[in-house]
């Protein structure tokens, strides 16, 4: 695993992304901001901690990213 997170490099690792050998620290993890690319294929999800306690809030952005696409473009026509 990664000694460090990804993002803020002086905090030690907690947890590490297993697609992309990424370390993070708690803070990311309570963040949400772990997942890597929540949007694309993994292989290592059915096992993923990250996604496990992520999902829910990749899920709730997923859906106001495509609610606010479809609002926007209503008002374009």
């Not at 890597?36 to 999902?55: G, K």
Request: proline share 4%.
């Amino acid at each position: 695993m990664s000694a460090s997170c990804r993002f803020h490099p002086e905090r030690p690792a907690v947890v590490r992304c297993e697609k992309f050998e990424y370390g993070y620290c708690q803070e990311c993890v309570d963040a949400c901001e772990a997942c890597t690319d929540p949007e694309l294929y993994c292989r290592h999800r059915t096992a993923c901690i990250i996604w496990e306690l992520c999902r829910r809030d990749v899920k709730r952005r997923r859906r106001e990213a495509c609610a606010s696409s479809a609002l926007h473009e209503g008002n374009l026509q």
